[in-house]
């Protein structure tokens, strides 16, 4: 395929803040939507007596939803421009809301909070930020929505990014970069097209802003870490001694020649080649799927790590995390669960919940268990020691899920501090 | 040595998924129809496991209504990449009395497949199924996981799916369990298209613009065949067309087409307006047709 840069979005809304409507309306406006669907919208809008094309029916999927009327899980769109593929997170912005947007952010790297702007910000905003900030997301746009109904009035858009900046002021995670833009989903205003109504806005449209966004720019600065997944040995006569070690490399760069160590065994080696399919590369960059070799027999397996002997990790058997429940099963002091960091699984027993989290900036309180939705601070302590970098410094090495023993669900993700 | 390698993010993503499949479970095998989007799925596992063999089987389930052309490409690909391939019918579920064949206007073996895909399932006690499926065809899929487990009935229960987190695939499933596989899940049509334009993959014939005896119902172009009902006012004409998705000949409508090349045929993709499951016969039965399929066990 053509190498378009790819951009991953998570929005966040809450009910009837239009989110369908602004996702159906990208689509709409970047020729997305095929005529078949597009006849299809008609017809339904039709049947329902709208007057206008209702563009939430491009995403709402399920038949339960259609009937409900609302959207209850994440749902993945796509669409492109000549430069640039983008995939939506949709999530739901009622009760499972916390789950949902956690689990669309953590593919994500640029998050669209959507505001009523007849409602500003409202308690949900503060979930949404607040999410967007554990999640550490680099960029988030402010999309105030529904400005047709508000007369396009700059002074209502003023006093709601005062208020969003008075919440930025709450948060720990200031690397952020926060963008407002006043739109009308319903009627297209700055989404793909500038918008007329509102000649006092003078930044980029919704989707130009977007656009100009670089890989560079979302690409998280760490160091390398490759967990390996996969050990290829061919075993045919022409690859006789072949043992290449497969894995998506995160966080920085591999050099044919780098000093590695290998954890946990803490055996030292160096990169003898770096393979992808039947090339053999020089330098491999971060979010490439690749096989290295190496120069001395070692013996490794999945879910050991490969990382630069000049840029370990922490090892530690005892840790702590922010964890956000994802399932119904609540998380419990002494309870035991396997604890599964990038493609590795040791067995891990809750020590303490040392914190509720309010995920609205408003503070913590104690509690000895975390039911679904619930984000608190916890503290592990693990069969094996694990390799990890705090969450802040290294998403894909600082973080985890918690797979529940007795039903195989995952329950819990984690956050390493 | 080559220049500074840029790795293709959704490619990427898809090689991390077929890995994860071949370490997480016993009997992996990838469900293969002879469509372009199984092939791009082979292709992945040729690079995810070079210079090893693809460690695990292809399963094509044969509703004997298949176009020729990609049986031939089928048998093929199999012996070019030295692979496994095993193939169940559905003419045996039917002649075992498992399901009844389809009467009439809009007969097709496409839902006959699933009892014929269950049972082979248990018969070699596959674990993980890798699909070709797309979250960008149909509004079902949107909200599919890439690991989507399903239990002993071969049913998706859509309320109660793990949450996927990161890149973190958690694979666990009780006894009698499976799962599907869709590592290329965040593909687009064009995607797909643009890669095997590319990686200049092979592909049947039927996908390129040929002349055909068709004949047109509903709005769509159908191939006139001893497979497809056809009415007797229904009336046979010779059409260059070709075929944006290949299953099964019931189920499978034709585009009016010149595009000869895969260059023109990306170019036609890009340009077009009509969505792949558009051209797809049983979707159109009803808005929530595909919901109602996966739920029973589906692809």
Redesign the interface.
């Known amino acids: 395929?053509?190498?378009r840069k790819?951009i991953k979005i998570a929005t966040a809304g809450s009910v009837d803040d239009g989110k369908s409507t602004l996702i159906g309306r990208l689509l709409y406006d970047t020729g997305s939507l095929?005529?078949?669907?597009l006849e299809?919208i008609e017809k339904t809008s039709r049947q329902r007596g709208f007057d206008y094309l209702d563009f939430s029916l491009a995403?709402?999927?399920?038949?339960?939803e259609?009937e409900q009327g609302i959207t209850?899980?994440?749902?993945?769109?796509?669409f492109?421009t000549d430069k640039t593929?983008f995939?939506v997170a949709d999530t739901p912005g009622h009760v499972e809301y916390t789950?949902?947007m956690?689990?669309g952010a953590?593919?994500s790297q640029v998050a669209i909070i959507l505001i009523d702007a007849r409602k500003g910000v409202i308690e949900q905003t503060y979930r949404h930020f607040f999410i967007s900030n554990l999640l550490r997301l680099s960029h988030v746009v402010v999309a105030i929505n529904k400005m047709d109904l508000v007369g396009y009035d700059e002074d209502v858009f003023l006093k709601i990014k005062a208020d969003f900046d008075a919440l930025v002021e709450k948060s720990n995670f200031n690397n952020e970069q926060i963008t407002f833009i006043p739109i009308s989903a319903l009627k297209g205003e700055n989404i793909a097209k500038k918008s007329t109504q509102m000649p006092w806005y003078l930044g980029n449209t919704l989707l130009d802003h977007l656009e100009v966004l670089e890989p560079e720019d979302l690409q998280e600065q760490a160091f390398a870490r490759l967990p390996v997944?996969?050990v290829?040995?061919?075993?045919?006569d022409?690859?006789h001694d072949?043992r290449?070690f497969?894995?998506?490399l995160y966080g920085g760069s591999f050099r044919v020649g780098d000093q590695v160590t290998i954890l946990p065994s803490f055996t030292q080696s160096k990169i003898k080649s770096i393979?992808?399919?039947?090339?053999?590369?020089?330098?491999?960059?971060p979010?490439?799927?690749i096989?290295i070799t190496l120069e001395d027999e070692v013996d490794i397996s999945?879910g050991d790590m490969i990382v630069k002997s000049s840029e370990l990790p922490n090892s530690e058997k005892s840790i702590t995390a922010t964890i956000c429940q994802?399932n119904h099963k609540p998380l419990r002091i002494g309870e035991k669960y396997?604890l599964?960091h990038?493609?590795n699984r040791v067995l891990a027993r809750v020590e303490s919940i040392q914190s509720k989290i309010q995920p609205d900036f408003s503070g913590e309180e104690t509690t000895d268990s975390l039911k679904l939705n619930d984000i608190g601070k916890v503290s592990f302590k693990l069969s094996k020691a694990i390799h990890f970098d705090p969450y802040q410094v290294n998403?894909?090495n600082g973080?985890?899920?918690l797979?529940d023993e007795g039903t195989?669900?995952?329950v819990s993700?984690g956050f390493i501090v | 040595m080559s220049d500074l390698f840029i790795p293709n993010p959704k490619e990427a993503e898809s090689i991390h998924i077929l890995r994860e499949v071949a370490a997480q479970f016993e009997r992996p095998v990838l469900l293969f129809s002879g469509g372009k989007d199984s092939i791009t799925l082979v292709r992945l596992a040729q690079k995810a496991f070079y210079p090893a063999r693809i460690p695990f089987p292809l399963l094509h389930i044969d509703t004997g209504h298949n176009f020729p052309e990609t049986i031939q490409f089928r048998d093929d690909l199999v012996k070019e990449l030295g692979l496994e391939l095993i193939v169940r019918n559905v003419q045996d579920s039917i002649d075992q009395g498992k399901v009844r064949e389809e009467k009439g206007r809009y007969a097709s073996r496409n839902t006959l497949q699933t009892t014929t895909l269950l049972d082979a399932i248990e018969e070699f006690k596959f674990d993980a199924c890798i699909g070709g499926a797309r979250r960008d065809e149909e509004k079902a899929r949107a909200k599919e996981r890439v690991f989507s487990v399903r239990d002993d009935f071969g049913q998706w229960d859509e309320k109660n799916q793990r949450p996927e987190l990161f890149d973190m695939l958690n694979g666990r499933i009780e006894q009698g369990q499976n799962v599907r596989v869709f590592p290329i899940s965040n593909w687009t049509e064009l995607d797909v298209w643009e890669y095997i334009k590319t990686e200049n993959i092979k592909i049947p014939s039927i996908y390129f613009a040929h002349k055909r005896e068709v004949f047109f119902r509903d709005g769509l172009i159908w191939t006139a065949n001893e497979h497809v009902y056809r009415e007797p006012h229904e009336e046979v004409v010779e059409k260059m067309v070709r075929f944006r998705t290949v299953g099964d000949m019931t189920c499978t409508a034709a585009v009016l087409s010149e595009a000869e090349t895969l260059q023109t045929v990306v170019e036609e993709i890009r340009q077009s307006t009509l969505s792949e499951r558009g051209a797809r016969i049983d979707d159109k039965r009803s808005e929530a047709a595909m919901e109602k399929r996966k739920k029973v066990g589906y692809f």
């Open positions: 395929m053509e190498n790819l095929t005529t078949d669907k299809a995403t709402d999927g399920l038949v339960a259609r209850i899980d994440v749902a993945h769109i796509y492109n593929n995939i789950r949902n956690v689990t953590s593919t997944q996969y290829i040995r061919p075993k045919t022409a690859f072949f290449g497969s894995g998506k393979q992808f399919f039947d090339q053999e590369l020089e330098v491999a960059v979010g490439a799927s096989t999945r994802v396997t599964q990038g493609v998403r894909s973080s985890f899920i797979i195989y669900d995952t993700v």
